[in-house]
């Protein structure tokens, strides 16, 4: 059972809301693997003209969804109207894409009649879909990383039937959306196993554990998305399993673009404190000149700073442990810290500071996430204690370095970041991510579970796609999915 | 410690090649790390460079290598010389896609100005090597499978550096094909970390679990590829395994091909005793009318055929156990046997002989893969039991269908095929795997630990990058290479 909880005075609100039940549940799975074949099978125009009329009901009740979010997160109306769109836009991406449907056939090759190893019969490789998809919505995204979110848009797209499990910070919200969702496959005669929705704890170990799932995606914290990664891969017959599991996500500035530090200072503290700091792209560790008087510029403004509303007490506690952590290290100062809040969930904007050597010496200082608003800032001297730092970075999601293009150290940047993040942005905060065909949200261990994969763009469609050759095979015969 | 040992006669011989010591371990894993970043960060065409004269050196000792192969693995030199071929050709294909090294980037987007969710900065999504990765050769193919296989070819073109584990069954021509590929990256300026051997069960064990190792590529048995696959994933630090374990590889005939009895008979078991059926694509199912006359053509046949030389005591015992373990099954029958062999490790070519309704009561058997000349042929009635023994197949890396274009039945078959195995062969025999552009080997567990992947062709180089998407950076600062 979990009951909603307004973030902004800790009063639950609301229906209670059972946990699936098991009858449920095998309800739900047994009607995702009745769908599986004619929906992994329709042509991919008749999957996109659902996946858009999924979009359009999500648009269609943009207010009132962002209303019922704000009351359950914290979020804000604005920023939950504009989330609503970005699930919408998601959608209609991998409608286009699944529309198109070209990327299905990736290589045809006629005969070659050389002798071997050169030749080969006809060959054409192709994509198809996994099966049912066990989909795990975030807590900090809503829309767009909950049920209507990239996971659950590139499964359908890919011709996957999904089975959300709810996050239980917002399982109202979960519930009217899944209901959206579901209501746009039945106007378009597709039964209630394209989508369905599980609550509870139980539910969500089950579902990675089910053989009727065939992948899993999940995006939360390190700890929840191990426990069901273990799950995933000790199967009798293991899954693919895809979670994106956050990082600190380094910002390397070099002197050549700290001209104005309080104008640095600022913007930093804007990206630290977006979403009170509830981001997966939150700019955890700041790497800076020591002389460059930035910390000193940070500090200030810090001090001013209204604290962070969080999602819920989870959030809270967790922030509250990892920050200990942080400034219980030994070389690690509290650099400057905002306000307390009063009532409900909320964390002072803090930031702490530390040298390199203090990094190298205490390396799990570069797998602390704050999730929230606080920052380690890590100032360094020389060339040389830059390297070693940005040699001993963990995996992450993404890098960001601030310079001149005609700085010569910031090549090097580039090149560090490349090999540990999964994207790299220049002159800009890593906070922001947008949906476009050629972005990656994903990197290296602890980042993501698998580096291989992104959950946002178009791209995310390939984690539920498996090749398949036919060899020699009549065009008339190709299978519908392959053949449109 | 390892010694060689000829198949034909059992008989030990050459030299005692000891297990990998612990320091010579950590040697060619910190060489293996010392190398990735130049290895990873050369031009394409610097790489194609070396991985076509590794080519060269196996082509031009193709005449010894055959007869060393043959001595430690029976399988005839003519065979062995025609492998050698098929490396070179995988190492040159995959030369040719590393020089080209536009597959690297995958998709370039420029700055769309439109406000959110549509807009976007400048983002260009590429891959890059993962680092090392280490290699397991398989027992049957000494070298399209083992020291310089798909595996070592992709990682290698991939800009990843490779430590190849022997198999114990062919040692000495691991150590001499090894000595080959670092003999050629030496002769282009490439320090020893490039390619790696190390020999020993141990050192296999260490290699899928030690941090330096950013990914594993496997092909063999079940049991082993899992152990090894839950090693990988039990990791502080998980990485991707890409085991390729084998399967049944279904053939089912309709009635509309089988005219000809005999001639089919006779085709069937050329598939099945192949290399004396120690092919990962042997046809281990074949699935027939029950009035066919096929099984009865069959029997006529197999008793005239000469028994299976087998690559090693292991694989004799493995045959002779997981046979019996199919003659003992309620309700399967021993359809004919060869005779046996005298010395050395044989088997007799044996084919069984089941129905529908005994499989679908003891499905196990769509799951025991006799690695050996052995098949077993299952019978229909209808076309409900053959729609039902379709929907029961598991995961294979191959399967193919034999009926005339025609045929009503046909369609379903197919359509069935492609929903467990990695490639479908309209009218041919599962065995021979063409090297080429459009291949997929590759399945649903349990053919495979991961179903996304190939190991044959050039979408193999895929499982050793991963993507970065660069924001707004200036080209001029792009990392070498993906710059190039």
């Known amino acids: 059972m979990v009951r909603s909880v307004n973030p902004v005075d800790g009063s639950p609100f609301g229906p209670e809301i059972p946990d699936t039940d098991p009858a449920a549940f095998d309800a739900a799975l047994d009607a995702a693997v009745a769908v599986a074949r004619s929906w992994g099978e329709a042509s991919p125009g008749a999957r996109a003209v659902v996946l858009r009329a999924m979009a359009d009901a999500l648009d269609g009740h943009a207010d009132e969804l962002a209303v019922l979010a704000d009351q359950e997160t914290g979020l804000g109306a604005d920023r939950l109207r504009g989330e609503v769109g970005r699930a919408s836009f998601q959608l209609r991406l991998l409608a286009d894409l699944a529309a198109d449907g070209a990327y ?106 089910d053989p009727r799932v065939r992948a899993a995606a999940f995006t939360g914290s390190g700890p929840g998305g191990r426990a069901l990664f273990d799950l995933a891969v000790a199967r009798v017959d293991p899954i693919p399993f895809y979670g994106e599991l956050g990082s600190v996500n380094p910002v390397v500035a070099l002197a050549s673009a700290l001209g104005d530090p309080d104008r640095f200072a600022a913007d930093y503290l804007a990206s ?86 203090t990094v190298l010496g205490a390396p799990q200082l570069l797998h602390l996430e704050c999730f929230g608003p606080v920052g380690l800032v890590v100032t360094y001297d020389t060339d040389a204690q830059l390297a070693a730092l940005l040699d001993a970075l963990p995996g992450c999601l993404v890098g960001a370095v601030f310079a001149t293009q005609d700085d010569p150290g910031a090549a090097a940047v580039v090149a560090a970041l490349a090999r540990v993040a999964g994207r790299v942005v220049w002159n800009g905060w890593p906070t922001g991510v947008a949906v476009a065909v050629a972005q990656h949200h994903g990197g290296p261990w602890p980042a993501t579970t698998n580096p291989l994969h992104t959950s946002v763009g178009a791209s995310a469609v390939h984690r539920f796609l498996r090749p398949v050759t036919f060899q020699s095979l009549p065009d008339a015969l190709l299978p519908p999915v392959v053949g449109s």
């Open 272 to 357: 630290l404190t977006l979403g009170s700091g509830q981001f997966c792209t939150n700019p955890g560790v700041l790497v800076v000149p020591a002389a460059s008087g930035l910390p000193e510029a940070i500090a200030a403004r810090v001090v001013g700073l209204a604290p962070g509303r969080l999602l819920s007490a989870g959030v809270a506690d967790l922030l509250n442990r990892s920050t200990g952590q942080l400034l219980a290290t030994p070389g690690v100062t509290a650099l400057a810290q905002g306000p307390a809040g009063d009532g409900g969930f909320t964390h002072p904007v803090a930031v702490a500071a530390t040298d390199v050597a």
């Open 104 to 209: 299905r056939t990736t290589d045809v090759q006629g005969l070659d009649e050389r002798p071997l190893p050169a030749g080969h019969p006809p060959l054409r490789r192709t994509l198809v879909p996994l099966g049912p998809v066990a989909v795990y919505g975030a807590s900090n995204f809503p829309f767009a990383f909950s049920v209507p979110g990239g996971d659950t848009a590139s499964a359908l797209a890919a011709g996957c039937p999904v089975v959300v499990k709810a996050h239980p910070a917002h399982p109202q919200t979960s519930q009217a959306v899944a209901d959206l969702l579901v209501g746009a496959a039945a106007a378009h005669g597709w039964p209630g196993g394209v989508v369905a929705l599980v609550h509870g704890f139980e539910a969500g170990r089950r579902l990675v554990t």
